[in-house]
Antibody, heavy 124, light 107 residues
Framework: EVQLLESGGGLVQPGGSLRLSCATS????????MNWVRQAPGKGLEWIAY????????YNADSVKGRFIISRDNANNIVYLQMNSLGAEDTAVYYC?????????????????WGQGTLVTVSS | DIQMTQSPSSLSASVGDRVTITCRAS??????LNWYQQKPGKGPKALIY???SLESGVPSRFNGGGSGTYFTLTINNLQREDLATYYC?????????FGQGTKLEIK
């Protein structure tokens, strides 16, 4: 059974840092692209970061570029999100999502599994 | 960036009804279109990918269609457990943008 479990959320002061983890199981982690998506309270979904299976290709949303870093540990099946210079606008539930495949064809794209999310609150 | 626009933003329907949600892309995305269901307090769940392919385990009353810039999600024979917010998403290129969501209420 495929499972994704986020952790590391919590209360952090403006300007602070936090590292989120997404522990995975039930599939060959090193073969899949992974993503982070967030959802501010009462708002919709916002994609924020992508990482290729080997970790060599990374994409970020403009809203987090230069502040958030996605990385992965293929030996331990974990994807991370290092968040720096946090502001109130970063308050959200953060989800990790597994990319279905390579994305070269429509049937190989989109997120097929999601975690349950971890809440990050930025406040003084 | 590709903008995704869903309509309506909310709707109310009765058990047994058929409902349709539309999603428009600001650029041609072929069939790189996915639909997700998010129930209150839960993470999103994949429903449909590649515009019309049903995710494994999803009831057949969910149907997706469209290509290019116009897409639909139709739910036939609405059930109480379909109470949720539905999102479309383009996966043609990053940033992988989502529609603003359609909140479905059951009368």
């Amino acid at each position: 059974e495929v499972q994704l479990l986020e952790s590391g959320g919590g209360l952090v002061q403006p300007g602070g840092s936090l590292r989120l983890s997404c522990a995975t199981s039930g599939f060959t982690f090193s073969s899949y692209e992974m993503n982070w998506v967030r959802q501010a309270p009462g708002k919709g979904l916002e994609w924020i970061a992508y990482i290729s299976p080997g970790g060599t290709t990374i994409y970020n949303a403009d809203s987090v570029k230069g502040r958030f870093i996605i990385s992965r540990d293929n030996a331990n099946n974990i994807v991370y999100l290092q968040m720096n210079s946090l502001g109130a606008e970063d308050t959200a539930v953060y989800y990790c999502g597994r990319d279905r495949g390579s994305g070269y064809k429509p049937i190989d794209s989109g997120f097929d599994y999601w975690g349950q999310g971890t809440l990050v609150t930025v406040s003084s | 960036d590709i903008q995704m626009t869903q309509s309506p933003s909310s709707l109310s329907a009765s058990v047994g009804d058929r409902v349709t949600i539309t999603c428009r892309a600001s650029d041609n995305i072929g069939t790189y279109l996915n639909w997700y269901q998010q129930k209150p307090g839960k993470g999103p769940k994949a429903l449909i990918y590649a515009a019309s392919s049903l995710e494994s385990g999803v009831p057949s009353r969910f149907n997706g269609g469209g290509s290019g810039t116009y897409f639909t999600l139709t739910i036939n024979n609405l059930q109480r457990e379909d109470l949720a917010t539905y999102y479309c998403q383009q996966s043609k290129r990053t940033p992988y943008t989502f529609g603003q969501g359609t909140k479905l209420e059951i009368k």
